[in-house]
C-alpha cells in the first residue's frame, strides 16, 4: 500500500531461516526503497501482509555452525538476491542476477523480508565476510556490486576485440555513480563524472578521487569516451551515453528509467553510429556472490576517510521517517539500527 511505512515489531527470525544469526548494524536506503513506499513495486514474502525494507546492509554475526566459515563477531553482508527454487540454468551456477525465468527473490524488494530489522538469519553461502577495517563503511558494499558488475562486463564485452580503454564517463555523482568511478580510476582510466549538482559534497567527491567534475552536458563538453556507465536514468542523459563517445565503445546503463516519458529520437542516426562505430550498449542490474566480492576488493582498496564521506547521514531507526526526507546535501543516508 501507497505510504504506509512504518516502525513494527516482528518476532526473532526462525532457525528455519537459515544456520547464521546476524544482527544488523546498519542499512543504506536509495531510491528503490522510496519507489517501494510509494508502491510502485515491491512484494511481500508469501503469507506476509508487509514488507520488511532494507536491501543495502551490514551486519555482525551473532553465532554460526562450526566448518561454516564464520565466527561471532564477524562483519558480513547479506546477497540481495536469491536464486529461484527450480533452479534456471543461469541460478543453477551461481549467476541469480542472470537468471532465466524471473522466480528469484530479492531481500526488501521481492518475495523476501529485507535487513532493516535487528537481527536475520541466513544461510552461510547467502554472507559475504568483510575486512573488519569496513566496519564504518560496509554498508556502502551492496551498490558498489552494482558497479562492479558493470564493469566486469564491461571488460568481457572488450575482449571481443582489441579493447584498451584510457577514457571512463560515469553519468551521475549519486552513490551509484560515486562508486562507478572509484571503480574506475582504480582501474587506471581517465574518469569524468557529470552532474546537474554545482556545489555541496559531491564535485569534492569527484576531484578527491582524481576525476573530472562536470556540470555541462556530454555533448557541450566534448569528452569522447572508451567506457560509459550510465547511473541516473535519465531518458536525455542515456541517449547521450549511447550516441556520444569514441568509436569502439562500450556503454553500460544501471539507472533505471521512469516510463512515460517522450524523447525525440533520430533511430536512423543512432544506428548508423552504432553500426559504423561498432558501439556496445548493454544494460546490468543487480550482483551475485563474484560481483560482491570484487567489492569487497575494491573498498578494501579504497581510501577509507573518502568512502565515509559519502555517507552524509545516519539516522537512529528510531527517527526512520526523517531517512526518507531528502536533504539538500544528501549522499548517501544511512539507517543505524544498533542506535535505535
Request: with cysteine.
Amino acid at each position: 500500500m501507497k505510504d504506509s511505512l512504518e516502525l513494527l515489531q516482528v518476532d526473532a527470525p526462525a532457525e528455519s531461516e537459515g544456520s547464521v544469526l546476524v544482527e544488523v548494524v546498519a542499512v543504506g536506503l536509495c531510491g528503490t526503497d522510496k519507489e517501494i513506499v510509494s508502491a510502485e513495486y515491491g512484494e511481500a514474502p508469501a503469507g506476509s501482509d508487509h514488507l520488511i525494507l532494507g536491501h543495502e546492509n551490514l551486519g555482525r554475526v551473532l553465532s554460526a555452525p562450526e566448518g561454516s566459515g564464520l565466527a561471532e563477531g564477524d562483519l558480513v553482508v547479506g546477497i540481495v538476491r536469491r536464486p529461484d527454487p527450480e533452479p534456471c540454468a543461469a541460478c543453477a551456477q551461481g549467476q541469480w542476477d542472470m537468471c532465466r525465468n524471473g522466480k528469484y527473490t530479492e531481500h526488501g524488494i521481492k518475495g523476501l523480508h529485507g535487513f532493516a530489522r535487528e537481527q536475520y538469519r541466513a544461510d552461510p553461502d547467502a554472507l559475504v565476510k568483510l575486512d573488519p577495517a569496513l566496519e564504518g563503511v560496509g554498508v556502502l558494499l551492496e551498490p558498489t556490486t552494482i558497479v562492479a558488475k558493470a564493469w566486469q562486463h564491461t571488460e568481457a564485452i572488450g575482449q571481443r576485440a582489441f579493447f584498451e580503454p584510457k577514457v571512463a564517463v560515469v553519468t551521475g555523482a549519486g552513490p551509484v555513480g560515486l562508486l562507478a568511478a572509484l571503480l574506475g580510476v582504480q582501474r587506471g582510466l581517465e574518469v569524468h563524472v557529470f552532474d546537474q549538482v554545482q556545489d555541496g559534497p559531491k564535485p569534492d567527491l569527484v576531484k578527491a578521487l582524481g576525476a573530472t567534475y562536470h556540470t555541462d552536458t556530454l555533448t557541450d563538453s566534448g569528452v569522447l569516451a572508451d567506457v560509459l556507465i550510465e547511473c541516473t536514468g535519465v531518458p536525455s542523459v542515456v541517449m547521450e551515453t549511447i550516441t556520444r563517445h569514441s568509436l569502439d565503445a562500450v556503454t553500460c546503463l544501471t539507472g533505471v528509467s521512469s516510463t512515460g516519458k517522450r524523447l525525440p529520437v533520430d533511430v536512423g542516426a543512432a544506428n548508423r553510429e552504432a553500426v559504423l562505430g561498432n558501439d556496445v550498449v548493454f544494460g546490468s542490474v543487480n550482483a551475485n556472490r563474484s560481483h560482491y566480492e570484487a567489492a569487497a576488493e575494491a573498498l578494501k582498496k579504497a581510501d577509507g576517510d573518502w568512502l565515509a564521506r559519502l555517507i552524509t547521514r545516519r539516522v537512529p531507526l528510531d527517527d526512520f521517517e526523517k531517512a526518507f526526507e531528502r536533504q539538500k546535501d544528501d549522499v548517501k543516508v544511512v539507517l543505524d539500527v544498533q542506535g535505535a
